[in-house]
């Protein structure tokens, strides 16, 4: 009886083929044995490496410069690295378990509940640039990103933080915006004093001419500054200079052109200068002189041997009976001269309907 039960036992538990199946009992017990060994090995081995794993993972996060800092769903701190003890100034045994609202300044205090609620909903929040306060009360600028922490189910149990002290990065930044705004002031005050000069030196006729010219040039390094030193959008370029010629009671422009072109600064200069007497010279002469025509401006980017270029069409269209004039005024000569300067090229074709004139520049 006693090799009976041995056998229920075994057929029962083990699961293995009994001696009808051409094995005997003590045959099929060893194979289970066998078999439990491999599995335990197993999951000793997987057991080892997600452990190994997980030590490798927390190592890296505690070797970051960066200040990484894990929450709950209630804003309660439950992990702390050695970058936010650099950044922040409070060590683990000081934060975890309180709320991260102790970094927040009063003024931000609406920012917590926000991020939590996204967290919630299962959102990550990337790179938002905020402001933070130490242990010893001082203020920090930070960029934040916040991405949710998942249960074995998917559900939203808590958040990773990673904060990045971005300091000297805004430092940098107002200590330029605070140059541009000085050379702003001087380059308004020297175009001012030009512009003195030229009121008592020069007819009223070319006096007004050439402080609008001024006024054109000064609106291009406003945008210029206001951008980027060396560059600015196309787009802007265009539309602040042309518009002072604008009529408010009806487009007297017609724009088309990709809204992606960065021009460089010498470049926008150049246009502004190009756009301003052309302008200028329908307003008194051409389509913008009466009460009908209009102005077709067209832009592309061309691929040359040498190249992208940048190329414009400027089409008066409606404007009184033009004829090619018999000598070259300074506006002519001015955006010829200023475009072949440049390495550009240029084609102005007075047909009888209104000027048509094609330029072609580098960008």
Do not use: C
């Not at 939590?116 to 959102?123: D, F, K, P, T, V």
């Not at 000297?168 to 541009?180: D, G, N, P």
């Not at 069409?313 to 009184?320: A, D, S, V």
């Amino acid at each position: 009886m006693r090799s009976g039960s041995s056998v229920v036992a075994i057929d029962s538990e083990a699961k293995l083929a009994t001696p009808s199946e051409g094995r005997t009992v003590s045959e099929a017990a060893s194979s289970g044995a066998r078999v439990s060994a491999v599995d335990a090995h197993i999951d000793i081995s997987e057991s080892k490496r997600a452990a190994e794993d997980a030590q490798y993972l927390a190592a890296i996060i505690e070797s970051s410069d960066d200040a990484i800092i894990s929450k709950n769903l209630d804003g309660i701190i439950t992990s702390w690295n050695r970058g936010a003890r650099v950044l922040f100034g409070y060590s683990p045994e000081e934060v975890i378990g309180k709320p991260v609202s102790i970094l927040i300044p009063p003024e931000r205090a609406d920012e917590e509940p926000g991020i939590l609620a996204r967290l919630r909903r299962g959102e990550r929040i990337d790179h938002y640039e905020t402001v933070r306060r130490r242990k010893d009360g001082t203020l920090i600028d930070i960029s934040l990103t916040v991405s949710p922490i998942r249960n074995s189910e998917g559900k939203v149990v808590g958040a990773s933080k990673i904060a990045r002290d971005i300091s000297e990065r805004k430092r940098a930044q107002e200590e330029q915006r605070l140059i541009v705004n000085e050379i702003k002031h001087r380059m308004r005050n020297t175009l001012a004093t030009v512009q003195a000069i030229a009121t008592r030196t020069l007819h009223v006729s070319e006096r007004d001419v050439f402080i609008a010219r001024l006024t054109a040039l000064g609106r291009a390094h406003d945008l210029l500054t206001a951008e980027n030193w060396n560059r600015a959008p196309l787009a802007d370029v265009i539309g602040r200079t042309l518009g002072p010629f604008q009529d408010k009671t009806h487009a007297r422009f017609e724009l088309q052109g990709p809204g992606n072109v960065w021009v460089s600064a010498s470049t926008a200069s150049l246009l502004t200068m190009v756009l301003h007497e052309l302008a200028t010279n329908a307003a008194k002469y051409g389509a913008l002189s009466n009460q009908t025509g209009r102005v077709n401006l067209v832009w592309e980017v061309v691929k040359r041997d040498q190249g992208n270029r940048l190329r414009l069409r400027w089409t008066e269209i409606g404007g009184p009976t033009v004829n090619s004039p018999t000598r070259t005024g300074f506006g002519s000569f001015l955006v010829e001269r200023v475009l072949k300067a440049e390495g550009g090229e240029v084609k102005l074709e007075y047909q009888s309907d209104g000027l048509i004139g094609t330029f072609e520049v580098a960008y």
